[in-house]
């Protein structure tokens, strides 16, 4: 089935410790995005990437780095320098025929402990 | 710049009463309008989007939102609540810029759904 799969499900990680969140797509979109999500505040963009090779920052890329080496990965690393990790992750990408509609994967939980 | 206003950050509505779903949004050039779902623990699905075509849009699971240029709103409807409609709604504009498609979300709604 074509979809957007995000790995793992659930993580946690020790204060101090860079974590890399893994996305892949088999949906040949072009645009994948990095947002976070906390209770009562909405998703906010992170990181973005319109075409392999190349990334952009988002509103709160501080204390995240991410790569885009393959069309169809954009893993999400989250490093000691993000002061407040824990929270929900998604996963998005949109292309190809579904022209400005961004599809979603079903999320990474990252807890730092 | 483009941002969305949802009102109410939980709305309660008895099984077979209408929902209601308010979106507020500012965008500069005609806007690009999304209302997706979220259930505990899940990504999220695309509702319905309104992309410039017919004002009244019809979605998914028996959902529909009206776009409002007077207004500015793009509020999300259905006539009959049902048990499984209980989750969070997100309504989305589309930015302009750097990315073209990226999405600005409001900070949703969290609808019950009581029997």
């Known amino acids: 089935d074509g979809g957007i799969t995000q790995s793992p499900k659930y993580l946690f990680r020790k204060e101090g410790q860079n974590v890399t969140l893994s996305c892949e797509q088999n949906?040949?979109?072009?645009?994948m995005y990095w947002y976070r999500q906390d209770p009562g505040q909405g998703l906010r963009l992170i990181y973005y990437?319109?075409?392999?090779?190349?990334?952009q920052k988002g509103d709160i890329a501080e204390g995240y780095s991410v790569s885009r080496e393959k069309k169809e990965s954009f893993p999400l690393t989250v490093t000691s320098a993000q002061k407040n990790p824990t929270a929900f992750y998604l996963c998005?990408?949109?292309?190809?025929?579904?022209?400005?509609?961004?599809?979603f994967g079903e999320g990474s939980w990252l807890t730092v402990v | 710049a483009q941002s969305v206003t949802q009102l109410g950050s939980h709305v309660s509505v008895s099984e077979g009463a209408l929902v209601l779903l308010r979106c507020n949004y500012s965008?500069?050039?005609?806007?690009?309008l999304f209302w997706y779902v979220q259930y505990p623990n899940q990504g999220l699905q695309l509702l319905l989007k309104y992309t410039s075509a017919a004002t009244l849009v019809k979605g998914i699971n028996g959902f529909e939102a009206e776009f409002k240029k007077s207004e500015t709103s793009f509020h999300l409807t259905k006539p009959s609540a049902h048990m499984s409609d209980a989750a969070e709604y997100f309504c989305?504009?589309?930015?302009?810029?750097?990315?073209?498609?990226?999405?600005?979300f409001g900070t949703g709604t969290l609808l019950a759904v009581q029997p």
């Open positions: 990437s319109q075409i392999v090779n190349d990334f």
């Open positions: 998005a990408s949109s292309g190809g025929n579904s022209g400005n509609t961004i599809y």
């Open positions: 965008s500069s050039v005609p806007p690009y």
């Open positions: 989305a504009v589309r930015g302009y810029g750097g990315a073209t498609n990226k999405l600005i």
């Open positions: 949906l040949n979109h072009d645009a």
